[in-house]
C-alpha cells in the first residue's frame, strides 16, 4: 500500500510517498492546519448525541446487511468483489471511516507535531508496521535516500516549515514516483485494490470462525450425526 501525505503544503500532494504503505493504494493527507473547535456541549448532551449517533449507524449496518448474501468465499473474486461492494455501501449509508481513512486519520494524529521530515518519515513506517501493510517496493529506504541527499545540501535537518527545503524533497519524490510508475490519477484504482484486499482478509477470518463453530458444534453429541458443512452454504444473514 502506498501513503500520500501532505507533508507541508496545502495546495500540493506529496504523491512522492505514495509507494509507502505498498498495497498500491495512496491515502491523500490533509494539512496539519488546526481548524476551529465546534461549540462546546454539555456533558449529558454530548454523551446523548454520540449515542444516538452510534445507534443509527449500527441500525443503519445492520438494515443493509439483512437484505444482502454474503458468500463466505475468500478465494473466489466475486464473492470477494461483492462482499467488498456491500461493506463499501454500508460505509457511505452509515457515515463510517475506510480503511484508508483510519489510517489517515492515525497519521494526522501521531504526525501534527512532528517538526522535522526525518521523524515524520519514520513514523509513517510505524504506521505502515502497525497496520500489517507490507513495503515490497523499497520505498521506505528511496523516500530516506532523498531525504539524505537534500540535508546533505542544505548541512542540516530539514524542517517541515522549510518551505525551499521542502520542495527539493517533494522534486526528489517526483522523480521516484516516475520511476516506479506511480501517478496521482492511478490513486482510485489503487485505493479500489486496497480495498479488494482487505475484504478478502475479513472473508477469510469470517471463514476461520465459522471452520471453528462447525468443528465445535460437530463434537457434541446431539450433532455427531450431522453431515460436514461447507460454510460457502452459511448465510449471514440468518445470524444477524
Do not use: C, W
Not at 454539555?42 to 449517533?53: H, P, R
Not at 471452520?211 to 465445535?216: G, H, K, N, R, S
Amino acid at each position: 500500500m502506498a501513503l500520500a501525505p501532505r507533508l507541508f503544503s496545502k495546495t500540493k500532494l506529496v504523491y512522492g510517498s505514495q509507494v509507502l504503505l505498498q498495497k498500491e493504494y495512496a491515502v491523500p493527507v490533509r494539512h496539519f492546519a488546526k481548524e476551529s473547535a465546534p461549540p462546546a456541549l454539555k456533558g449529558d448532551t454530548m454523551l446523548k448525541n454520540i449515542f444516538v449517533e452510534l445507534k443509527n449507524k449500527y441500525e443503519t449496518a445492520i438494515g443493509l446487511l439483512k437484505k444482502e448474501k454474503i458468500t463466505i468465499d475468500p478465494d473466489d473474486p466475486a464473492a470477494v468483489s461483492h462482499y467488498a461492494n456491500v461493506m463499501k455501501t454500508i460505509r457511505e449509508k452509515a457515515s463510517l471511516s475506510s480503511e484508508s481513512q483510519h489510517i489517515q486519520e492515525s497519521i494526522e494524529t501521531q504526525t501534527a507535531d512532528i517538526p522535522d521530515a526525518r521523524t515524520y518519515l519514520l513514523t509513517l513506517k510505524e504506521i505502515r508496521i502497525k497496520s500489517g501493510l507490507v513495503d515490497d517496493r523499497g520505498a521506505e529506504a528511496l523516500m530516506i535516500e532523498a531525504l539524505d541527499k537534500i540535508e546533505k545540501d542544505l548541512r542540516k535537518p530539514l524542517l517541515r516549515n522549510d518551505k525551499k527545503g521542502m520542495d527539493l524533497l517533494l522534486a526528489e519524490f517526483d522523480k521516484m514516483n516516475k520511476k516506479l510508475g506511480i501517478r496521482k490519477e492511478d490513486l482510485p484504482k489503487y485505493e479500489e485494490k486496497l480495498e479488494l484486499s482487505i475484504a478478502k482478509a475479513q472473508l477469510e477470518e469470517l471463514k476461520k470462525d465459522a471452520l471453528e463453530a462447525i468443528e465445535t458444534q460437530s463434537k457434541r453429541e446431539e450433532f455427531k450425526d450431522e453431515g460436514t458443512v461447507d460454510v460457502k452454504s452459511l448465510d449471514v444473514r440468518n445470524f444477524i
